[in-house]
């Protein structure tokens, strides 16, 4: 009885594996190096308690952003012949937290940020998965206090941190979800941090 159900175990792997080998040695579409995508944040309807991702790949925070828009741009710049992409990019950010209380007013923050971003992909033949992280990318922001976090200057850096799919069909729409992290990962004395917990992102490669 346990050789017959490894015996069927074997074969379903087997036949999983005649499906996802052939797709998986899909081209990318490199010739697509550009990219513009629109990111959106609302606690209201992305109240996702993810666990913060441990130093160094995010600095800690004081503060969770309550809703948010990003607009950003990107272009490759580099990409090996499969699994591995380098772009750099751009985004423009708006966050704002609601007031709590007499003790914490509403305040929005604006963000300009420069970045380089990685891409480690998984090429199938209709969509292409794949993991996205970026750090340290300079950004100015509008204010050196946000709710209850301060800085010592308007000065900091963003980490993105995600997972997304591009479909490899025109228009070749990508989908991700992306975490955002502010900080001066302690090159000024003061450092409070700011978390965007998820945003959604919707983008167009062309």
Same mark, same amino acid.
């Given at each position: 009885? *346990?050789?017959?159900?490894?015996?069927?175990?074997?074969?379903?792997?087997?036949?999983?594996?005649?499906?996802?080998? +052939?797709?998986?040695?899909?081209? =990318?579409?490199?010739?697509?190096?550009?990219?513009? %995508?629109?990111?959106?944040?609302?606690?209201?309807?992305? #109240?996702?308690?993810? $666990?913060? $991702?441990?130093?160094?790949?995010?600095? %800690?925070? %004081?503060?969770?952003?309550?809703? !948010?828009?990003?607009?950003?741009?990107?272009?490759?710049?580099?990409?090996?012949?499969?699994?591995?992409?380098?772009?750099? !990019?751009? #985004?423009?950010?708006?966050?704002?937290?609601?007031?709590?209380?007499?003790?914490? +007013?509403?305040?929005? *923050?604006?963000?300009?940020? !420069?970045?380089?971003?990685?891409?480690?992909?998984?090429?199938?033949?209709?969509?292409? $998965?794949? =993991?996205?992280? %970026?750090?340290?990318? +300079?950004?100015?922001?509008?204010?050196?206090?946000?709710?209850?976090?301060?800085?010592?200057?308007?000065?900091?850096?963003?980490?993105?941190?995600?997972?997304?799919?591009?479909?490899?069909?025109? $228009?070749?729409?990508? *989908?991700?979800?992306?975490?955002?992290?502010?900080? #001066?990962?302690?090159?000024? +004395?003061? #450092?409070?941090?700011?978390?965007?917990?998820?945003?959604?992102?919707? !983008?167009?490669?062309?």
């Amino acid at each position: 009885m *346990l050789i017959t159900r490894r015996r069927h175990i074997h074969c379903l792997a087997l036949l999983l594996l005649s499906f996802i080998l +052939p797709s998986a040695y899909a081209s =990318l579409p490199w010739d697509l190096k550009h990219q513009i %995508s629109v990111a959106h944040y609302d606690r209201n309807y992305l #109240n996702w308690d993810l $666990p913060h $991702p441990p130093s160094p790949l995010f600095w %800690s925070a %004081s503060t969770k952003v309550d809703t !948010g828009w990003v607009l950003m741009y990107e272009q490759t710049i580099y990409h090996n012949k499969r699994f591995f992409s380098l772009d750099a !990019g751009s #985004n423009a950010s708006y966050w704002h937290v609601n007031a709590h209380g007499n003790t914490q +007013p509403a305040q929005s *923050l604006y963000t300009l940020s !420069g970045f380089l971003s990685m891409h480690v992909w998984i090429p199938m033949s209709r969509v292409h $998965p794949y =993991l996205y992280y %970026s750090v340290a990318g +300079p950004t100015l922001m509008s204010d050196s206090q946000f709710s209850t976090t301060r800085f010592s200057n308007d000065f900091s850096f963003q980490d993105q941190l995600g997972i997304g799919i591009l479909f490899n069909k025109k $228009p070749n729409i990508d *989908l991700a979800l992306k975490m955002i992290h502010y900080s #001066n990962g302690d090159v000024f +004395p003061i #450092n409070g941090g700011i978390d965007v917990p998820v945003v959604v992102s919707l !983008g167009i490669r062309f």
